[in-house]
């Protein structure tokens, strides 16, 4: 009497590995994929970030664009007379650049260019080196910001040096409309990561709120 033998053939074997390979590569695949999008995902995140913080910074800078204080200056109240052709443009606006004369918030650290001392009711003077402080007038920083595209890379430029504010950066464009009421400043970033091949578009409108001063 024979015995029966159990067992795997070569043809059960290999359609075995077969489906087993077919499986792997299928999982590779869906990891592969899974793996690109999070790292298209990640990427696209940064760049959002870094151009929100950007876009913001040069808002801020905006609105503080021609703030020189709770009175209208005068040509008599510049001490430095260099300092009235920067406070009568405080908005300048080039190939890839953005440059504003600005009042500064106390977070601001550093010397600044000019120094408004005023009393808020009929004195303001416009000084370039900080006059010695007094309890009875107000001292303003006031400052020239400058942001410039230089190759790919936002930079943020004032008198106590720059640095960089965002990079892969392809393009800045920067745009005043005229409108009633004051009219605005339309901002644009193309942001670009170069690994991904991934591109951004970002853009912003900012209001203005001052003109300077009395020419």
């Not at 209208?72 to 007379?81: A, G, I, Q, S, T």
Request: proline share 5%; glycine share 8%.
């Amino acid at each position: 009497m024979r015995r029966m033998q159990a067992g795997f053939g070569l043809l059960e074997v290999m359609q075995a590995l077969a489906i087993g390979l077919m499986v792997l590569s299928a999982a590779s695949q869906l990891f592969v994929s899974a793996h690109q999008t999070w790292r298209l995902q990640g990427a696209a995140l940064r760049l959002q970030d870094d151009a929100r913080l950007a876009l913001l910074r040069m808002a801020q800078d905006i609105r503080m664009a021609g703030m020189f204080g709770c009175l209208r200056l005068k040509h008599d109240d510049f001490v430095d007379p260099m300092a009235r052709q920067a406070f009568a443009q405080p908005l300048l606006i080039g190939p890839s650049s953005l440059e504003l004369v600005v009042g500064e918030t106390v977070e601001h650290t550093g010397r600044p260019d000019w120094t408004l001392v005023t009393d808020c009711r009929t004195e303001s003077r416009v000084h370039k080196d900080p006059p010695s402080p007094t309890g009875k007038l107000m001292a303003l920083r006031i400052s020239r910001h400058r942001y410039e595209l230089r190759g790919s890379t936002l930079q943020f430029i004032w008198g106590g040096g720059s640095q960089p504010l965002i990079e892969h950066v392809r393009e800045m464009q920067v745009t005043q409309v005229d409108a009633p009421g004051g009219g605005r400043v339309d901002l644009r970033l193309t942001l670009f990561e170069p690994t991904l091949q991934l591109e951004q578009r970002h853009e912003l409108s900012v209001a203005l709120r001052n003109s300077g001063f009395d020419s």
